[in-house]
């Protein structure tokens, strides 16, 4: 692993062991390493995966999510967030129409 891939992946799991998740967890590894961006953020979370140290769910779901959300942002797609699903149907008083 390069050194600034390396230096990334540290930053990855010590912000996901913070808490911190999706944008947070991006400005904190580009805070840390400057030289960051997309791909190599990426490339440092799917490593994640390979891991076999790192076995905290929540900071792995939280790594992996943030190398998803990169990736869509790459291909010019808006993410979206479990908490932004609207109902199928729903009307804007919360009635079903």
Not at 43 to 60: F, I, K, N, V, W
Request: aromatic content about 4%; charged content about 30%.
């Amino acid at each position: 692993m390069g050194e600034t891939k390396k230096r990334i992946y540290e930053a990855l799991i010590s912000g996901a062991a913070k808490g911190l998740h999706s944008a947070p967890l991006y400005a904190y590894v580009a805070n840390k390493v400057p030289r960051s961006d997309n791909k190599r953020v990426i490339r440092a979370a799917l490593q994640s995966l390979r891991d076999p140290e790192l076995t905290d769910p929540a900071s792995l779901r939280a790594i992996c999510s943030l190398a998803v959300e990169r990736r869509l942002i790459d291909l010019g797609i808006e993410p979206r967030h479990a908490g932004s699903k609207h109902k199928k149907n729903a009307h804007p008083s919360g009635e079903q129409v």
